[in-house]
């Protein structure tokens, strides 16, 4: 696709004259060659030798130290040690046209003449191909077929279709790279109310009725028969700090809102549960009006599942979006299908709308494809049969992902367990698309076999992790449930499943797959806190759903009308279904506001804390554009 | 005149005098030659992100780079302004733990 190159820092890049030398008079034929004698070396890093066992050494002095450079025109090893152990420059320096030569180590290139690393697209996919073709030979990473043919049910059957090209996204990334450079952090400054703004606060507010014992908003749901599954995520979406922030301010009501009138609006019944919850009133509360609104906002969807607290989330975000006003007139469009359109500026999109980067490869020319794909939660796969499976080991591959490995076993208590992290790794490891899957590769004008790997491009706000414990066979037309135990940190850093840690890590600095640096930093944090954990127990129609909630630093239990406290042992033990985690560090930016009035921004630490002073404070009815 | 890339690795003798080999470039080759460097660089880089090393450095590189200007800065320079800083900032237990890695591959080499 040649609009990636467009985006790509290499299109800012000029080839020193040494290059464009060397590739007037050669061509591109030494990257071909020199594609047969690329190493992949684990997780995906690229070294050049012959064969496995041998030992690069300086042609000169016969050491393997520092850097080691390998001619590009001759093959002559020379190493770099400055200041003085510099064979690879004397080689160039005594044999005209030798200027480049290519590290050892990483396979990249440099000018020797300019001492700097240059960049050759043509280099580059020369490379991507050898560590494609590598992979995808690997064997053991074609995508699992799940156990005895069933495959994880799979909300996305739309996700095809929402793919956002990434021309498209690069067009409207370049309209809008202006508006982008305005919006910038705000600090955090204290809100502390003027006299007149206490006139304001005392007269036109209600002070929040606090019984000492449980933490504001904390309310038991009914059961209305089987409904477990809504009261569990209705839970996690009244403490979810952001969205709580938006209704709590008053930013959608039953006054203001347009679609009030014309049809139901899941946004006027989720602000009803709002005040509800916050009333101070801790008798449980039934949520009926939102029940039989959102029964016939979902009866619209075809081939709705009922009673999975996961399909219940999805479709209730995407209600609450739908009657949001959004400004964009894409989002407007995408209604149905899309729950996680990167323009939209409803409430739900700020909150958890995420975009996905996958890089699919063609394994004969090297060619990438990338799309973007917006979501608003990250559906996870379980590791399949942890510790009796015997191919993890086998193969090429466990090397490749040995340093991968390595992580997740330290974040788990006892070797072989599953753990979110270890999820993780594999949602953004490299898979084999194989015969059935073929990509059709731009470059080629061919189906061909592809290596596709995931990252996370844009991380939401609020993320939410939904593991995959249903499974459906169309073969058997029967569903299963998974009971197995995953492991999740309350801590999460999120900084490796970038897409710009993890196209680094796999390919190394290859200009043709890493994105503007401005982009790039547009990564405010990736550290995150949980803070709403959904259970599932029970079997696959019987279940029952329950969560747990962190207020303040405890941990609280809601099943249906009961609250209780628990302890952090209690949570780690639960057997997770959807995780909710939240930036540690909650940045809004001053575009988001419209007063004019910055000192308004807000920056919430740890998400847990609210001033009661936002419930009804006039001043802030502008705050937060809707 | 122009020999292939993928020829044999004949060691193009220079006029040059080779010096002997010190016991230390014998480790190295013993080490790669077995893969074990590869687990421990490996490993070194798992120990310096996870201190904050790399993002240290990164940090560096940057106001380096933002000093001298982007156009005016190698990576040749960039390495040679950078390394001594960046030996020093190595915490001692992760080079103690690399110590200690190394010496059982050669005790296991020895036996
Ligand atoms: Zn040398
Ligand atoms: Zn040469
Ligand atoms: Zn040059
Ligand atoms: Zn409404
Ligand atoms: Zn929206
Ligand atoms: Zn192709």
Redesign the interface.
């Given at each position: 696709m040649t609009s990636l190159r467009k985006r790509s820092v290499g299109d800012e890049y000029k080839p020193c004259q040494h290059l464009l030398n060397y590739k007037a008079r050669h061509g591109v034929r030494?990257f071909h060659?020199?594609q047969?004698?690329l190493r992949i070396?684990?997780?995906g890093r690229v070294s050049i030798k012959?064969d496995e066992?041998?030992?690069?050494?300086c042609?000169?002095?016969?050491?393997?130290?520092g850097r080691l450079y390998?001619c590009?025109?001759?093959?002559?090893?020379g190493c770099w040690v400055?200041?003085d152990m510099m064979?690879a420059r004397s080689h160039a320096l005594s044999r005209p046209g030798h200027d480049l030569v290519v590290d050892v180590d990483r396979a990249e290139l440099?000018c020797c003449i300019?001492?700097?690393?240059v960049y050759d697209p043509d280099f580059d996919r020369a490379v991507i191909c050898a560590q494609s073709a590598a992979l995808y030979s690997a064997g053991s990473i074609v995508k699992e077929e799940g156990v005895n043919g069933f495959t994880g049910v799979s909300l996305r059957t739309d996700r095809e279709k929402c793919l956002i090209d990434m021309d498209q996204y690069m067009l409207d990334g370049s309209k809008k790279s202006e508006k982008r450079r305005k919006t910038r952090r705000v600090e955090y400054r204290p809100w502390v109310p003027s006299p007149e703004e206490q006139v304001v606060l005392r007269h036109r507010s209600t002070p929040l009725v606090e019984d000492g014992s449980l933490p504001s908003g904390l309310r038991g749901l009914n059961n209305l028969g089987s409904t477990c599954f809504m009261n569990s995520v209705l839970q996690a979406l009244l403490h979810t700090p952001p969205l709580r922030n938006y209704f709590l301010s008053d930013r959608h009501n039953r006054t203001l809102c347009q679609h009030r009138a014309s049809h139901i609006c899941l946004g006027c019944e989720m602000d009803a549960v709002f005040s509800a919850a916050f009333s101070g009133d801790r008798t449980p509360y039934s949520p009926a009006q939102f029940l039989y609104s959102w029964w016939r906002h979902a009866s619209n969807l075809a081939g709705y599942e009922q009673q999975d607290a996961h399909e219940f989330f999805i479709s209730t975000v995407n209600g609450i979006h739908a009657n949001s006003g959004t400004t964009s007139p894409r989002a407007k469009h995408s209604q149905s299908s899309s729950a996680g359109d990167m323009d939209c500026r409803c409430i739900i999109h700020r909150v958890f709308s995420g975009l996905l980067r996958s890089d699919v490869t063609c394994i004969i020319c090297g060619f990438t494809s990338t799309t973007f794909d917006p979501c608003v939660d990250i559906s996870l796969d379980l590791e399949p049969n942890i510790g009796s499976d015997k191919s993890f080991t086998d193969s090429n591959l466990a090397n490749i992902e040995?340093?991968r490995e390595?992580?997740g076993a330290s974040g788990s208590a006892f070797p072989g367990a599953s753990t979110l992290l270890g999820c993780l790794d594999r949602f953004t490891r490299p898979e084999k698309l194989g015969v059935k899957e073929k990509f059709f590769c731009k470059n080629c004008q061919l189906p061909q076999e592809s290596i596709k790997q995931m990252s996370i491009r844009k991380l939401p706000l609020v993320l939410c992790f939904h593991i995959k414990r249903f499974e459906h066979s169309s073969m058997r037309n029967a569903s299963r449930k998974i009971d197995r135990y995953v492991q999740f940190p309350f801590s999460l850093d999120m900084a490796s499943y970038l897409s710009s840690s993890i196209v680094r890590l796999r390919h190394g600095n290859r200009l043709l797959l890493i994105e503007n640096e401005g982009y790039e930093q547009q990564v405010p944090s990736s550290e995150f806190e949980l803070f709403a954990v959904i259970t599932h127990s029970g079997k696959l129609d019987a279940g029952h759903y329950i969560t747990f909630l962190r207020l303040g630093g405890q941990w609280y239990k809601c099943d249906d009308a009961w609250i209780t406290s628990v302890s952090d042992e209690v949570v780690r033990a639960s057997q997770g279904y959807m995780l909710f985690y939240v930036q540690k560090t909650l940045c809004y930016k001053a575009s988001e506001f419209s007063t004019g009035r910055e000192n308004y921004c807000w920056i919430e630490q740890n998400g847990n804390h609210f001033n009661p002073g936002f419930l009804s404070n006039p001043l802030l009815e502008n705050g937060v554009s809707a | 005149m122009?020999?292939?890339?993928?020829?044999?690795?004949t060691?193009?003798?220079?006029e040059?005098k080779?010096?002997e080999?010190t016991l230390q470039?014998i480790i190295?080759?013993k080490l790669?030659?077995s893969g074990e460097k590869?687990n421990l660089k490996?490993?070194l880089?798992?120990r310096l992100i996870e201190c904050g090393w790399r993002d240290e450095l990164k940090a560096q590189c940057r106001a380096l780079m933002r000093k001298r200007g982007r156009s005016n800065t190698?990576?040749?320079?960039l390495?040679?302004n950078i390394t001594p800083k960046g030996r020093a900032m190595v915490p001692d237990d992760i080079k103690a733990e690399l110590l200690q890695r190394i010496q059982s591959f050669l005790m296991s080499v020895a036996l």
């Open positions: 030494g060659i020199l047969k004698c070396r684990p997780p012959r066992k041998e030992v690069q050494r042609a000169s002095c016969g050491r393997a130290r390998a590009l025109l001759c093959a002559t090893i400055p200041p064979h440099f300019c001492n700097d690393q040995s340093g390595l992580k | 122009r020999a292939s890339i993928n020829r044999p690795p060691p193009d003798v220079d040059e080779r010096d080999p470039d190295n080759i790669i030659e590869e490996e490993l880089r798992e190698t990576v040749d320079e390495v040679r």
